[in-house]
């Protein structure tokens, strides 16, 4: 798997190599920021994989989508290190929900406490897949989520297109002169 600089990443996105160390510094983008600037602008080196997380958070940001940190944490725990590029027939989608719950009579102990005050509580679910098979597991989640947890509500549901984003980022790496494999990996 080849891997390519900081450069070359500030290159595909449009920034510069410092604006690209300072967004994964302060977490709006799903990237290692290392030890410091210098390791980050002369060591660190990035796959197609951590360029196309930076492409779904800039899809997820732009045009009063939601914050850089937001987009950058669903991402990473909607597909971290695990994605793989695939040859489906149908577009991937990647989703999380999040639930509002009503905490019981149990302990709370170091469970945090949210904005609603400490007799609620959030939960996730993420989901991978075709929009089709998504949006079904969504569906079967919320109906048996509901019916374990009393006081369970459905209330944010967050889902991008990964194959949109990566067959922008393709187009936009091939006008830049760096190649791509079928397989998603950065080719010479």
């Known amino acids: ?27 709006e983008l799903p990237l290692d920021a290392g030890q410091s600037f210098l390791s980050f602008s002369e060591t660190q080196s990035f796959t197609y994989h951590d360029a196309l997380m930076i492409e779904l ?5 732009d045009d009063g989508g939601v914050s ?20 489906a027939a149908s577009d991937r989608w990647i989703a999380m929900v999040r639930w509002r719950n009503t905490w019981g009579a149990a302990p709370r102990g170091s469970f945090p406490v949210t904005l609603f005050g400490p007799n609620e509580y959030w939960s996730t679910a993420h989901f991978a897949g075709s929009l089709q098979s998504v949006q079904a597991d969504i569906a079967e989640a919320i109906d ?19 194959s949109a984003a990566d067959r922008r980022l393709r187009k936009r790496a091939a006008t830049l002169g760096v190649a791509v494999t079928a397989d998603g990996n950065f080719s010479i």
């Open 144 to 162: 048996s989520y509901s019916d374990d947890i009393t006081e369970s509500d459905a209330a944010r549901i967050l889902m991008a297109n990964v």
């Open 68 to 87: 850089p940190v937001v987009a950058s944490k669903f991402i990473w725990n909607s597909i971290g290190s695990n994605y793989a590029h695939d040859h």
């Open 57 to 61: 958070t800039r899809q997820l940001h």
């Open 1 to 27: 798997m080849l891997k390519i600089s900081a450069a070359v990443i500030g290159t595909l996105f449009g920034v510069s190599v410092h604006a690209l160390y300072k967004a994964a510094a302060n977490e």
